[in-house]
């Protein structure tokens, strides 16, 4: 497995993740098995959703034994009723975690920068020991170049794919 560094969190990751979005069609066994069969063939990167947590639980006992061993990343969505530090609280609870590696924000509508409330429960969550990084998630272009201009966040999740803008590409330029 090639490993790579994530973002600016010096993390070393498997170049391939695991996205556990759908997992909750899975049952438990289902679920433990994909984790194990993953975590075998290398993978160390795995990516929850506040939005989709119903398999953390299975998930939380199955890296119980390997926490030093994975990268655990979750994310959720923004909307103006989220409350950033509930999510985080959610997210640890479900998962029978102590600390989450990577915590990112999602939004397409807005940038959250140093003077937003969003912003500031990540750095007082990073403070208290919950989370170690925290990112942000867009699939808005505009927003993915504040998002990399501002330097405040350690990750920046945009798709990338073989269809994917010369502009789009643009991004990684900047990232660098």
Same mark, same amino acid.
């Given at each position: 497995?090639?490993?790579?560094?994530? $973002?600016?969190?010096?993390?070393?990751? /498997? =170049?391939? $993740? #695991?996205? *556990? =979005?759908?997992?909750?069609l899975?049952?438990?066994?289902?679920? *433990?098995?994909? #984790?194990? !069969? &993953?975590?075998?063939?290398?993978?160390?990167?795995?990516e929850?959703? @506040?939005? !989709?947590?119903? @398999?953390? &639980?299975?998930?939380?006992?199955?890296?119980?034994?390997? =926490?030093k061993n994975?990268?655990? &990343?979750?994310? *959720?969505?923004v *909307?103006? +009723?989220?409350?950033?530090?509930?999510?985080?609280?959610? &997210?640890?609870? %479900?998962?029978?975690?102590?600390?989450i590696?990577?915590?990112?924000?999602? /939004?397409?509508?807005?940038?959250?920068? %140093?003077?937003? !409330?969003?912003?500031?429960?990540?750095?007082?969550a990073?403070?208290? $020991?919950?989370?170690?990084f925290?990112?942000?998630?867009?699939?808005?272009?505009?927003?993915?170049?504040q998002?990399?201009?501002s330097? #405040?966040?350690d990750?920046?999740?945009?798709p990338?794919?073989? @269809? /994917?803008?010369? +502009?789009?590409? +643009?991004?990684?330029?900047? @990232?660098?």
């Open positions: 497995m090639e490993f790579v560094t994530l $973002g600016k969190t010096n993390l070393m990751v /498997s =170049r391939s $993740g #695991l996205s *556990t =979005r759908r997992l909750e899975v049952s438990s066994q289902g679920i *433990t098995n994909i #984790l194990n !069969a &993953s975590y075998q063939a290398g993978i160390n990167f795995y929850f959703s @506040c939005q !989709a947590m119903e @398999c953390a &639980s299975d998930a939380g006992s199955f890296f119980y034994d390997k =926490r994975v990268v655990i &990343s979750v994310t *959720t969505e *909307t103006d +009723e989220t409350n950033i530090s509930s999510k985080i609280d959610f &997210s640890l609870s %479900k998962l029978y975690m102590d600390y590696d990577v915590f990112n924000l999602k /939004s397409d509508d807005k940038f959250f920068g %140093k003077e937003s !409330a969003e912003y500031n429960s990540l750095v007082c990073k403070n208290d $020991g919950k989370i170690n925290f990112g942000f998630y867009t699939q808005n272009l505009d927003i993915a170049k998002i990399i201009e330097k #405040l966040y990750i920046i999740h945009f990338l794919n073989l @269809c /994917s803008s010369d +502009e789009e590409f +643009e991004l990684v330029k900047l @990232c660098q």
